[in-house]
């Protein structure tokens, strides 16, 4: 196993990025489809307005986005904190 | 050829593929039949995870539950594909590095407990049990409507089907069978939508179309569909009417339980490496995103097509009369649902139509009064039937309706057998051979694994035929009580050390029964009709419906958890290296068993 303090700082990158990625993910669902609809109530898309978008579809493209967007993350960082598997 | 013998062709090969791959892929060993051996490439396990995942609740349910809610019900949408961005980031990785089989197993060793593993056995039958109940409404509603018998005899038909077939095989079985039934799924629910999307719109992709512009009237889709309902007094489509509180809270009580799924969970633990947990997640909700994201598609469309049908000289003209249902081969998909007790209709005023209106809306009573019309007379449409008579309704050619026959069924029986895997593993692995008796032999402890799932499958076949709710809100219910027992015991075991094993087993007990005596208390004890002291329409707290309280629980379960840790003796050195062990990819084996 490697040192504690190289492990340490692994883990707290990882937190890091786990924290950013889930106020996105708040956001775009709880923000954007729910909440903060009304603020988004000007901006139209077909019929309707974009925060009845986010609601339906918009949140779901950028969970996945978020998601590939970690894995691809946490794979280089483990590389670079040498504690990807063998 | 008759449409009942399509329905049954179509069916019919599709079980024989299921069969065969289960038969070809036949599990030996317990190892292979709880993990498949762990050879699964990420793209392979992420579109068998969708496969499990969208269940009668995905396919049969929610659309319907949108197509007559609206935006409301997106909750649906975001709660079940977000749980997705939990599980990839907070779980997924750190159960692969850990290595074992079970979800339980995990919490047995983490926290140190005998005790913490029978709590979550427990916390997993008791979700599990009802997401089966959930599904056994959908398989009625579909074993219904394509062998044209009533809703019950459906059901009991559908039950023995499911069993027979999750018997068959362990998850390899089900892994390769689970992707047959992906491809034939995913293609039954977007090619009837395509057919109707490009008749509505135009356009031949539905979640395109859903905000394109409405063909015949040449004004956008949405804003079509917004003005028809208001027009017959209900609430418009796109519009938000519901509680904001409990929408949110019932969106993040599905997010939460759709991480603390057992049989989504287990999903990850196939996977050969750290990296490919992460990438499964991605893959998976790749494939469900192909459903959600036409989901809202066939919702909006469903609703304009059966109001067009209702009135087909507008709403401002002539209601549907009772001949042309009974004589126009267009209206044929009425009667052949009537048959299941699921859709109805009744002339009350006598006039030989049909009058399709909210009668609750005192403007629409007005106007009924002056027209004299006595109240709704489309008297049930039960949500759950709208997506297997989507094609019908659109009119759409045989195979099509063929095809969602099969696809309904595939979606269904996926998930059923999935959902009674991780029961009877929980029984036979955990309960049996973790705790009563360790010395038991392997075919011992497969026998206990088929007990425990015909026990399961008669528990909620004996409920389904009197369901808590629609399909997709029995199986929200499920997700409550995920939310609230498992999935914070696994989050706090992986990203604190602080917590112990009485935090944990006292989290996940509180989290459990705070949640169970909410539901109980709406939907009646051991959902028994009747028994209940409230409704969903008048909650006990404020306005958070039972399927919403999961959120609440969960919040319980954290709360109990650190604050019993924090009064009683610390972690213990070994297991704050076990949490050490799991955040750090290197070093991931194959599985260890006990």
């Known amino acids: ?86 | 050829m008759s449409q009942f013998a399509i329905n049954l062709l179509f069916v019919g090969a599709s079980f024989a593929l299921y069969i065969g791959i289960a038969i070809w892929a036949r599990a030996g060993s317990t190892s292979e039949f709880y993990a498949a051996g762990r050879g699964v490439h990420p793209v392979t396990n992420g579109m068998a995870t969708a496969a499990d995942w969208m269940s009668a609740a995905s396919f049969i349910s929610m659309a319907g539950l949108i197509a007559f809610t609206g935006y409301d019900n997106s909750s649906f949408l975001m709660g079940w594909t977000g749980g997705y961005v939990l599980l990839a980031l907070l779980l997924a990785p750190y159960l692969r590095k850990f290595g074992k089989f079970t979800v339980s197993e995990f919490i047995g060793d983490r926290f140190y407990s005998q005790t913490a593993r029978i709590v979550a056995v427990v916390c997993l039958i008791v979700a599990s049990t009802t997401y089966v109940i959930g599904q056994m409404t959908g398989v009625g509603v579909a074993f219904g409507r394509f062998l044209e018998v009533s809703n019950t005899a459906g059901l009991l038909i559908g039950a023995c089907v499911v069993f027979a077939y999750a018997v068959f095989g362990g998850m390899k079985g089900v892994t390769y069978t689970q992707v047959a039934q992906y491809v034939v799924l995913i293609m039954a629910y977007t090619i009837p939508a395509i057919f109707i999307s490009l008749q509505l719109t135009g356009n031949p992709i539905p979640a395109l179309g859903l905000f394109g512009d409405h063909v015949a009237s040449g004004e956008p889709l949405l804003a079509k569909l917004d003005a028809i309902v208001q027009e017959l007094g209900f609430n418009e489509y796109t519009a938000h009417h519901a509680d904001t509180f409990n929408m949110v809270l019932f969106t993040l009580s599905l997010m939460i339980g759709t991480a603390g799924l057992p049989h989504v969970i287990m999903r990850f633990f196939t996977v050969p490496r750290v990296a490919d947990a992460r990438w499964s997640a991605g893959w998976a909700l790749v494939f469900i995103a192909l459903l959600y994201l036409t989901a809202p598609a066939v919702g909006a469309m469903a609703r304009l097509n059966i109001t067009d049908m209702m009135w087909p000289n507008g709403t401002n003209g002539e209601a549907v009369s009772v001949e042309q249902i009974e004589n126009e081969a267009r209206y044929d998909w009425m009667a052949t649902w009537q048959k299941t007790g699921l859709l109805d209709w009744e002339d009350k005023n006598g006039d030989g139509k049909i009058q399709y209106y909210n009668d609750q809306n005192a403007e629409m009573q007005a106007k009924a009064a002056e027209k004299g019309w006595e109240g709704n007379e489309l008297t049930k449409f039960n949500r759950d039937i709208l997506v297997l008579a989507n094609p019908e309704i659109a009119n759409l050619p045989s195979w099509v309706i063929g095809l969602v026959a099969a696809g309904g069924l595939a979606a269904a029986l996926s998930t059923a057998a999935g959902l009674l895997l991780a029961i009877s593993s929980a029984v036979s692995h955990d309960l049996i051979k973790g705790a009563i008796n360790p010395n038991i032999s392997e075919k011992g402890e497969l026998l206990s694994a088929r007990v425990a799932m015909a026990v399961a499958i008669a528990v909620a076949t004996y409920l389904g035929l009197n369901p808590p709710g629609f399909a997709a809100q029995t199986v929200a219910l499920a997700f409550g009580l995920a939310a609230a027992s498992i999935f914070p015991a696994l989050m706090m075991g992986i990203f604190s050390t602080k917590i112990n094993n009485t935090g944990a087993v006292a989290g996940m007990l509180a989290g459990l029964s705070v949640t169970l005596v909410y539901i109980f208390l709406h939907k009646g004890w051991f959902f028994v009709p009747g028994t209940n002291s409230f409704t969903d329409a008048d909650p006990l707290l404020g306005t958070v419906k039972s399927t919403s309280f999961g959120a609440i629980g969960a919040a319980v379960n954290f709360a109990v958890a650190y604050l019993v840790a924090g009064a009683t003796k610390e972690t213990p050195q070994e297991i704050k290296d076990l949490v050490e062990s799991v955040r750090i990819p290197k070093g991931a084996g194959a599985a260890q068993d006990h």
């Open chain 1, 1 to 86: 196993m490697a040192d504690n303090s190289s492990n340490t700082a692994y883990w707290s990158a990882n937190v890091r990025i786990i924290l950013i990625s889930l106020v996105i993910w708040a956001l775009v669902s709880f923000g954007f489809g729910i909440l903060l609809r009304p603020m988004l109530s000007g901006i139209a898309v077909g019929g309707t307005d974009l925060g009845f978008w986010f609601a339906q579809q918009g949140s779901i493209l950028v969970f996945l986005a978020l998601i590939f967007f970690y894995a691809w993350r946490m794979n280089k960082l483990d590389a670079e904190h040498g504690v990807e598997e063998e």
